[in-house]
């Protein structure tokens, strides 16, 4: 990282020359917002590394507020594959996204350096290992290169960079070719890759999933930029890291940030590769909290469950239509008048609750609850008194500020106090003395308020309204607050998609935090904080690992929580969408996410149920819910819709532990458990903009029909063969970039595992306890007719519900399995690390399941630690043969199934097996 050495400003001559002429070219609009500024001085930071750099305003304009006349640049390169740009006032500290929330790197603190008087280049360049941070100094601009490909990734010459108190301004060129991927929480009706022209605003807001395009519940400035020349693909991600409102302007040739407040500070991250982007991405933000094993069982929830015998009749009803359901839920009704960790003494009283608590905990299954922010504004109510005693509310001029959400007046807890977040866990403890429950949903931490503004208790009616029907309508006496530039700022952000003011049915934007910390700034970070202190208070509790399911998030909030995406509609419309949105918060570090399958509301039809518990079982999360107003929706309402959830969770709970496993991995390494086509397959361009299909790890591959009285779907396959997971007789071998139609009726989803797999899976069965004890089988995928291959993969396994998901002897075991194929000899085997956790649980391999093969397997032989097997004569082998569907119109061909049954492998011991294949 030489600096302005002779032989770098050699090299930046070059890099900025070009930036030089397409400046020039461009015929740039002159922003009447802002001039732009100029760089001052530049020079190697002493303390810490990196450079720091000064910049004065070019020109002055009053348009959204004065500039700021000087400003400081900090650049550093953090990691090998990390880049940090922070630009702000060079004279007094303004608002970050406050580093106790989200531990990283301090930027150097204002003031306590000069502008440098040593000379230096009017462009210059700074490298790292693998990116490249260029600038050019009048007017002030700079680029992030590549090294190994010479890209540019980001160019803010694009535009004019203005730095006011309340709006900040900057662009970046983008290529055409550049399919990017981020920036939400949004409901993309065109599907994952970003659209131009497209609004992206970012605040996070009560506003349900059914609108489109909008700013939602969470704000997640990041995106993810794939790029492919010449055949080879290359990602990058640029994250903002700013907790203001912003709106974001995408045109297809260039992207602009126009954001009300803070700091500009960037974090690029190198790739290249997707699975690279998020591991660099997590390592920053916090890596993916991981999952209790149980969590990836089926959950069911219902706005309306009227009392406990409702409750206890959805799980008899699931258990007596053989549906797997680990995870029952209630929304707000087990509470009195819906106020927080409380109970509701007739239709949920404790005695029954806890009998029924403890019935279902003896059989392994888990109950979760709904809490809201809001505190219930009640002179009789302790959670109300403890945190009035403890000072722990957001406060409006000196006082808490009141609102209004279920219970009718609250006030909303501020979770950057610390007395708030140790009052929090002090009721969630008091709470789990009163019920034990499994996990906390957060909901409603936008935060949402049914007023507006500035409220009072009104002293004309009671409030909330005694029997209303319609509890979400305002009854607080409210004036707006339209006097101070946090409530009406001078640039209005797109907010709830029409430009409402920014405390629009939330909080006051001028109320304020602990420490006078305004919510204008940390409007966006609210139920993140809530996750936070909720994850503390849980961990504190029983050693067990936390589950937290937020409505609300922000960058960091995968590290806690698990998200759904909120309110949606049961249409076929919402079913699509539910995937590009649960494929961006895997790239967001919040893999464990899912919509309400067969829809929140209103009724769905009993077709759409089907293909969305068909799909919805693939969900990492995977929860039916509904809203009161819909009939009842639970999975065995309708005959058929039972026969297609047995089927769909049926293969969930078969998958398990590679589900478990890829929720290591995601812990570990930041890979989403859904995700895009491309990030397996970043060289086939033909997937950048698939929204309709996914995978689960890098190789299993869910194809939902999305179409009303479709029984065929039309799914795109990257070149390989690919075989049908319910079905492995039957397979698909692409060669291009073709679409299959595979057949779907009404209970079938096509899900298809790659070649070169290894895949654990266990007998299943409807209580994901039980079936984490079944044995396995090992699918092996090689390549069709394959006669030179290898296949790999993983397991994890825990003891699942303590905090740590890390790998320690006696406490968790992960074996990899290998296979290849070479000169008709087949051989499969294992490399087991700490195994000892797996041999005490007595989990045994009884098959090896082998696809892609041509003839009969022969000569059998296998191996447990070096040694020959001694039961080995049980083994035996089944071979079938069957279809084969092949994509290039080629004569069908048989494919063969080799099972090698009869066995009783301990899973925890290096096992080897080989044999020959004959010529059938
Ligand atoms: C993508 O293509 C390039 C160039 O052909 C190749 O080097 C690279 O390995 C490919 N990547 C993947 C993941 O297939
Ligand atoms: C529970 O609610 C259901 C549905 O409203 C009702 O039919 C039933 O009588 C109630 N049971 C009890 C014990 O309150
Ligand atoms: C306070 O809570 C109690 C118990 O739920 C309820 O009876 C009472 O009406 C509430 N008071 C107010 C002012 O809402
Ligand atoms: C407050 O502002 C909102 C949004 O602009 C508007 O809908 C509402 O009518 C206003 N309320 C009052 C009391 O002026
Ligand atoms: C604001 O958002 C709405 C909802 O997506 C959109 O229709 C509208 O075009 C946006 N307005 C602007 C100026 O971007």
């Given amino acids: 990282m030489v600096l302005l050495s002779s032989a770098s400003v050699l090299q930046l001559a070059l890099c900025c020359v070009a930036l030089l002429l397409i400046h020039l070219c461009a015929a740039v609009p002159s922003s009447k917002v802002g001039f732009g500024y100029r760089l001052v001085s530049i020079a190697e930071n002493a303390n810490g590394g990196g450079l720091i750099g000064y910049l004065q305003v070019k020109q002055r304009t009053s348009t959204y507020g004065p500039d700021i006349p000087h400003l400081r640049l900090f650049v550093k390169?953090?990691?090998?594959?990390?880049?940090?740009?922070?630009?702000?006032?060079?004279?007094?500290?303004?608002?970050?996204?406050?580093?106790?929330?989200?531990?990283?790197?301090?930027?150097?603190?204002?003031?306590?350096?000069?502008?440098?008087?040593?000379?230096?280049?009017?462009?210059?360049?700074?490298?790292?290992?693998?990116?490249?941070?260029?600038?050019?100094?009048?007017?002030?601009?700079?680029?992030?290169?590549?090294?190994?490909?010479?890209q540019t990734l980001f160019d803010s010459s694009y535009g004019a960079m203005v730095f006011k108190d309340q709006y900040l301004e900057i662009s970046t060129r983008l290529p055409n070719s550049a399919a990017l991927y981020g920036l939400g929480e949004n409901t993309q009706p065109g599907g994952i890759r970003l659209q131009p022209n497209d609004p992206y605003t970012l605040y996070t807001t009560d506003v349900s999933a059914i609108n489109l395009n909008t700013d939602l519940y969470g704000s997640h400035p990041v995106y993810m930029d794939l790029r492919n020349e010449g055949g080879e693909a290359s990602a990058h991600a640029v994250l903002l890291l700013n907790s203001n409102g912003m709106d974001v302007f995408y045109t297809g040739s260039s992207l602009t940030y126009k954001v009300i407040g803070g700091v500009l500070d960037f974090y690029f991250f190198a790739g290249p590769s997707p699975l690279a982007v998020v591991d660099q991405y997590t390592s920053l933000i916090g890596r993916p909290a991981p999952m209790p094993y149980w969590a990836l069982g089926f959950h069911q929830c219902r706005w309306g469950y009227q009392n406990l015998s409702v409750v206890e009749g959805v799980v008899e009803g699931y258990k007596k239509a053989r549906i797997p359901l680990d995870v029952i839920w209630n929304d707000d009704d087990h509470m009195d008048a819906a106020k927080d960790f409380t109970l509701d003494p007739i239709n949920y009283p404790r005695p029954k609750l806890l009998q029924f608590l403890d019935k279902i905990h003896s059989r392994g299954m888990k109950y979760i609850v709904?809490?809201?922010?809001?505190?219930?504004?009640?002179?009789?109510?302790?959670?109300?008194?403890?945190?009035?005693?403890?000072?722990?509310?957001?406060?409006?001029?000196?006082?808490?500020?009141?609102?209004?959400?279920?219970?009718?007046?609250?006030?909303?807890?501020?979770?950057?106090?610390?007395?708030?977040?140790?009052?929090?866990?002090?009721?969630?403890?008091?709470?789990?003395?009163?019920?034990?429950?499994?996990?906390?949903?957060?909901?409603?931490?936008?935060?949402?308020?049914?007023?507006?503004?500035?409220?009072?208790?009104?002293?004309?009616?009671?409030?909330?309204?005694?029997?209303?029907?319609?509890?979400?309508?305002?009854?607080?006496?409210?004036?707006?607050?339209?006097?101070?530039?946090?409530?009406?700022?001078?640039?209005?952000?797109?907010?709830?998609?029409?430009?409402?003011?920014?405390?629009?049915?939330?909080i006051a934007t001028s109320a304020t935090h602990y420490g006078g910390v305004l919510e204008y700034n940390a409007h966006s970070l609210y139920g993140f904080s809530q996750a936070i202190a909720t994850h503390r208070a849980l961990q504190g509790l029983q050693g067990k690992r936390p589950f937290i399911l937020s409505r609300s998030t922000f960058v960091g909030s995968g590290a806690y929580a698990a998200h759904w995406t909120g309110d949606n509609k049961g249409t076929?419309?919402?079913?699509?969408?539910?995937?590009?949105?649960?494929?961006?918060?895997?790239?967001?570090?919040?893999?464990?996410?899912?919509?309400?399958?067969?829809?929140?509301?209103?009724?769905?039809?009993?077709?759409?149920?089907?293909?969305?518990?068909?799909?919805?079982?693939?969900?990492?999360?995977?929860r039916d819910h509904a809203n009161f107003a819909s009939p009842r929706q639970e999975l065995y309402q309708w005959d058929s819709v039972a026969v297609s959830a047995r089927n769909a969770l049926g293969m969930r709970y078969r998958l398990l532990p590679y589900l478990y496993t890829l929720n290591y991995e995601a812990h570990v390494t930041g890979a989403p458990i859904a995700r895009p086509v491309f990030f397996s397959f970043p060289n086939f361009t033909a997937s950048y903009g698939l929204s309709t299909q996914f995978l689960l790890g890098r190789s299993v591959m869910v194809s939902p029909v999305l179409n009303k009285a479709a029984t065929k779907v039309k799914a795109m396959f990257p070149p390989g063969t690919w075989y049908n997971l319910?079905?492995?007789?039957?397979?698909?071998?692409?060669?291009?970039?073709?679409?299959?139609?595979?057949?779907?009726?009404?209970?079938?989803?096509?899900?298809?595992?790659?070649?070169?797999?290894?895949?654990?899976?266990?007998?299943?069965?409807?209580?994901?306890?039980?079936?984490?004890?079944?044995?396995?089988?090992?699918?092996?995928?090689?390549?069709?007719?394959?006669?030179?291959?290898?296949?790999?993969?993983?397991?994890?396994?825990?003891?699942?519900?303590?905090?740590?998901?890390?790998?320690?002897?006696?406490?968790?075991?992960?074996?990899?399995?290998?296979?290849?194929?070479?000169?008709?000899?087949?051989?499969?085997?294992?490399?087991?690390?700490?195994?000892?956790?797996?041999?005490?649980?007595?989990?045994?391999?009884?098959?090896?399941?082998?696809?892609?093969?041509?003839?009969?397997?022969?000569?059998?032989?296998?191996?447990?630690?070096?040694?020959?097997?001694?039961d080995a004569l049980n083994a035996h082998f089944t071979q079938t043969k069957s279809d084969l569907m092949k994509v290039e119109g080629d004569n069908k061909r048989s494919n063969m199934v080799v099972d090698v049954g009869g066995l009783a492998l301990p899973l925890g011991k290096k096992f080897s097996m080989t044999w020959k294949m004959g010529i059938n």
Avoid at 423 to 432: K, L, M, Q
Avoid at 485 to 502: C, M, Q, T
């Fill in 77 to 150: 390169h953090e990691t090998e594959d990390r880049l940090r740009v922070h630009i702000t006032d060079a004279e007094e500290k303004r608002w970050e996204v406050p580093y106790d929330l989200l531990p990283r790197e301090q930027s150097p603190p204002v003031g306590t350096t000069k502008p440098s008087t040593a000379p230096f280049t009017a462009s210059a360049e700074y490298a790292g290992e693998e990116l490249i941070f260029c600038y050019t100094s009048d007017p002030f601009s700079f680029a992030v290169k590549r090294k190994s490909n010479g």
């Fill in 370 to 506: 709904l809490i809201d922010p809001g505190i219930a504004v009640n002179s009789t109510y302790g959670v109300y008194l403890r945190g009035m005693a403890k000072d722990v509310f957001i406060k409006y001029q000196g006082k808490p500020y009141l609102a209004q959400v279920w219970p009718g007046p609250v006030y909303f807890p501020d979770y950057l106090s610390p007395n708030g977040v140790s009052w929090w866990a002090d009721e969630i403890a008091r709470f789990h003395q009163l019920v034990p429950v499994d996990g906390l949903w957060i909901d409603m931490n936008e935060a949402s308020n049914f007023c507006t503004g500035k409220c009072e208790l009104p002293t004309t009616n009671s409030c909330p309204i005694p029997g209303s029907k319609t509890p979400w309508i305002c009854c607080l006496d409210c004036q707006n607050i339209t006097n101070t530039r946090w409530d009406e700022p001078p640039y209005k952000i797109n907010a709830s998609g029409s430009h409402v003011p920014l405390g629009f049915k939330t």
């Fill in 572 to 622: 076929w419309a919402n079913l699509r969408y539910s995937i590009s949105t649960m494929l961006n918060f895997g790239i967001f570090g919040m893999p464990m996410v899912g919509s309400d399958i067969c829809g929140f509301y209103p009724a769905p039809t009993e077709e759409l149920c089907n293909r969305w518990i068909e799909l919805g079982a693939f969900y990492p999360f995977s």
């Fill in 726 to 870: 319910f079905d492995m007789t039957n397979a698909v071998v692409s060669k291009d970039e073709r679409y299959v139609t595979l057949a779907a009726p009404l209970n079938k989803i096509n899900v298809h595992v790659y070649q070169n797999t290894i895949l654990p899976m266990q007998r299943g069965g409807t209580i994901s306890k039980e079936a984490r004890m079944t044995p396995f089988t090992l699918i092996v995928t090689f390549p069709f007719e394959a006669t030179n291959a290898d296949a790999q993969g993983r397991v994890y396994v825990d003891d699942d519900e303590r905090p740590e998901m890390k790998l320690v002897e006696g406490e968790a075991s992960y074996i990899e399995l290998y296979a290849s194929v070479r000169d008709k000899t087949v051989t499969v085997w294992s490399q087991v690390e700490m195994g000892s956790f797996i041999l005490d649980k007595g989990l045994l391999i009884e098959k090896v399941s082998v696809l892609g093969l041509q003839g009969n397997g022969q000569g059998l032989a296998i191996e447990v630690d070096g040694e020959p097997w001694a």
